[in-house]
């Protein structure tokens, strides 16, 4: 392990044990995991393999993050709503497994939405609020592969979507 893993893992609290409590201890809330909007689920389990719709940037009922990169929205505003996106992952993987950390083996993958104006190129940039995020709650396990692309609109306006890939330990 390299030394930058290291202090990684050394900086995540061993001691918590459910992914709620991983987050409070970020300093950051967990909110419900959000219904479906339509005619699908928010998440299905297929072995060990959990598939999380794509989750958009929202705080209680409101998206605070609407219109494209490069044209309404500022580069750091489409980080923090990919940090936003990111929770509600977390809080749909909290559903699925009780709220237990253990329960995750791996954040295998993310797919980043990101609605942009033309000539907008930085969806990567955005999509590290999603990664950074996932990584600081999962550690190691949360490292992860991922597309960043970009889109010309998100369901409700929302300027970025998430969705995962997560293997499941046995319960």
């Given at each position: 392990?390299?030394t930058?893993?290291?202090?990684?893992?050394?900086?995540?609290?061993?001691?918590?044990?459910?992914?709620?409590?991983?987050?409070?201890?970020?300093?950051?809330?967990?909110?419900?995991?959000?219904?479906?909007?339509?005619?699908?689920?928010?998440?299905?389990?297929?072995?060990?393999?959990?598939?999380?719709?794509?989750?958009?940037?929202?705080?209680?009922?409101?998206?605070?993050?609407?219109?494209?990169?490069?044209?309404?929205?500022?580069?750091?505003?489409g980080?923090?709503?990919?940090?936003?996106?990111?929770?509600?992952?977390?809080?749909?993987?909290?559903?699925?497994?009780?709220?237990?950390?253990?329960?995750?083996?791996?954040v295998?993958?993310?797919?980043?939405?990101?609605?942009?104006?033309?000539?907008?190129?930085?969806?990567?940039?955005?999509?590290?609020?999603?990664?950074?995020?996932?990584?600081?709650?999962?550690?190691?396990?949360?490292?992860?592969?991922?597309?960043?692309?970009?889109?010309?609109?998100?369901?409700?306006?929302?300027?970025?979507?998430?969705?995962?890939v997560?293997?499941l330990?046995?319960?």
């Amino acid at each position: 392990m390299n030394t930058v893993n290291a202090s990684l893992e050394s900086s995540i609290d061993s001691t918590v044990s459910t992914i709620s409590a991983r987050v409070a201890a970020l300093g950051l809330t967990l909110e419900p995991a959000a219904a479906p909007a339509a005619n699908y689920v928010s998440f299905v389990q297929d072995g060990h393999l959990l598939h999380i719709s794509g989750q958009i940037a929202r705080r209680g009922n409101a998206v605070p993050y609407t219109g494209q990169l490069g044209a309404d929205v500022t580069e750091a505003d489409g980080i923090e709503a990919a940090r936003l996106c990111a929770l509600g992952v977390v809080a749909q993987i909290a559903a699925a497994t009780g709220d237990r950390l253990d329960r995750v083996a791996r954040v295998v993958k993310l797919g980043v939405f990101v609605a942009s104006a033309p000539g907008f190129s930085r969806q990567s940039v955005v999509a590290n609020g999603a990664s950074d995020l996932i990584v600081e709650i999962f550690g190691e396990a949360g490292r992860h592969a991922r597309s960043a692309v970009g889109v010309a609109m998100l369901p409700a306006g929302s300027a970025v979507e998430v969705d995962a890939v997560v293997a499941l330990r046995e319960h």
